[in-house]
């Protein structure tokens, strides 16, 4: 069984950073694409940013392009979320997922994704 285990949330202000990791139990390369979720409450889970971990590909929302960046460490089996310029919207509990498949053309899809974390928190305050 894959477990993965998010850290890094917490509490920022407007125009504030935060960075998020993801460890996997298992070698990185059995998890071919592996991706960040949200969702705020009242919300539907939305697909934030993936990374196809053996070519490095990344795929992001539109809403977080130019201010997240995920990126991938297979030596350290994690996979991290840089979140600049945060937005009160982006507040939400986050999610990390992921699936040995891969991730054009399924990775918004969170039914594509076999397994998650149990989230973390991220709250921008305005």
């Known amino acids: 069984q894959v477990q993965l285990v998010e850290s890094g949330g917490g509490s920022v202000q407007t125009g504030g950073s935060l960075r998020l990791s993801c460890a996997a139990s298992?070698?990185?390369?059995?998890?071919?694409?592996m991706g960040w979720f949200r969702q705020a409450p009242g919300k539907e889970r939305e697909g934030v940013a993936a990374?196809?971990?053996?070519?490095?590909?990344?795929y992001y929302t539109d809403s977080v392009k130019d201010r997240f960046t995920i990126s991938r460490d297979n030596a350290k089996k994690t996979v991290s979320l840089q979140m600049n310029s945060l937005r009160p919207e982006d507040t939400a509990t986050y999610y990390c997922?992921?699936?040995?498949?891969?991730?054009?053309?399924?990775?918004?899809?969170?039914?594509?994704?076999?397994?998650w974390g149990q989230g973390i928190q991220v709250t921008v305050s305005s």
């Open positions: 997922a992921a699936t040995k498949g891969g991730c054009a053309g399924r990775w918004l899809n969170s039914d594509e994704y076999n397994y």
């Open positions: 990374v196809y971990t053996d070519l490095g590909s990344t």
């Open positions: 298992t070698n990185a390369y059995t998890l071919s694409c």
